[in-house]
């Protein structure tokens, strides 16, 4: 049976009758045909998490689990709104899924004020100091010219070891309220280089500041 450990905040930085008009066909999960763009991004995290119950093969439901935030490849430590919207998306889908999904983002009281009553908070300080979780949902995003490769797992922190794993790409097409193919002039390194065309580099995430 697995220890469960206890994970310091600090670690952790889904008559007569009228005909009824015919119901439109359900477009496909994997192309994104007749979806629309806002949506998209739930429909991603619940072709991930989908996978990730399929190649699950030591998490309970019952078990605590925690989504941390997507991070780029390259970069664990940086991140864009692409990645938050689906880390939102995989708490949800899990949560479909009937797994016990801990929000890390809830504070230690609620704060009523003159703009609203919060409770939510990124500030470290605020948060509980410990939480009984020793599974996590850790995702990498790798840009490409033509859209995101998209790698998911479950971890367990006790051993490091992974419980589950799913890897999905998603076009730029599919998703063009979060991505946009990139420009003829890009700026790498603080050089700028230009291309013959747009779509040449990267696509771009809308959004991240950058």
């Known amino acids: ?11 952790v930085v889904l008559g007569g009758c009228v005909a009824k008009p015919a119901a439109s066909p359900k477009p496909s999960l994997d192309d994104g045909n007749g979806l629309p763009p806002t949506s998209m991004i739930n429909h991603l995290a619940q072709r991930i998490v989908t996978e990730l119950v399929k190649q699950n093969d030591a998490l309970r439901s019952d078990q605590p689990i925690v989504v941390a935030t997507p991070v780029l490849v390259g970069d664990m430590n940086s991140t864009h709104a692409m990645a938050q919207q689906l880390q939102q998306g995989l708490m949800a889908s ?5 797994f016990n999904v801990v929000d890390l983002n809830l504070g230690d009281g609620l704060r009523v004020t003159a ?24 995702s990498t995003m790798s840009p490409t010219t033509n859209g995101m490769a998209i790698n998911t797992r479950i ?28 420009e003829k002039v890009v700026s790498q390194n603080g050089i700028l280089y230009r291309q013959t065309g747009s779509g040449m580099n990267e696509v771009r995430v809308l959004g991240d500041g950058k």
């Open 115 to 138: 703009d609203g009553d919060f409770i939510l908070t990124r500030d470290w300080q605020k948060l509980s100091t410990n939480l009984p979780v020793e599974h996590l949902v850790v």
């Open 94 to 98: 899990l949560h479909h899924f009937q």
């Open 155 to 182: 971890v367990n922190v006790s051993n490091n070891r992974v419980v589950s794993a799913s890897q999905t790409y998603v076009t730029q097409k599919e998703m063009p309220n979060y991505m946009q193919p990139s």
């Open 1 to 11: 049976m697995l220890k469960r450990v206890i994970i310091p905040l600090t670690l």
